[in-house]
């Protein structure tokens, strides 16, 4: 998931290189990667509450 996150930034800056800052895939890039993040973020607090140390 962590590389798939990283993958995605850098996608977003070869468009915005690319591109040179006109264009749509700048911005699905970065929603990308902030949707996995976000992802990642609420994965890791599930698997903190229903692990195998939880009360």
Same mark, same amino acid.
């Given at each position: 998931m962590l590389l798939l996150?990283?993958?995605s930034l850098f996608s977003g800056? +070869? +468009?915005?290189?690319?591109?040179?800052? =006109?264009g749509d895939r700048v911005v699905r890039?970065?929603?990308?990667?902030? =949707?996995?993040s976000l992802l990642l973020f609420v994965g890791l607090?599930?698997?903190y509450r229903f692990g195998?140390? =939880?009360?």
């Open positions: 996150v990283i993958g800056l +070869f +468009f915005l290189y690319r591109d040179k800052g =006109s890039a970065l929603t990308v990667r902030i =949707s996995l607090l599930v698997m195998p140390y =939880s009360q």
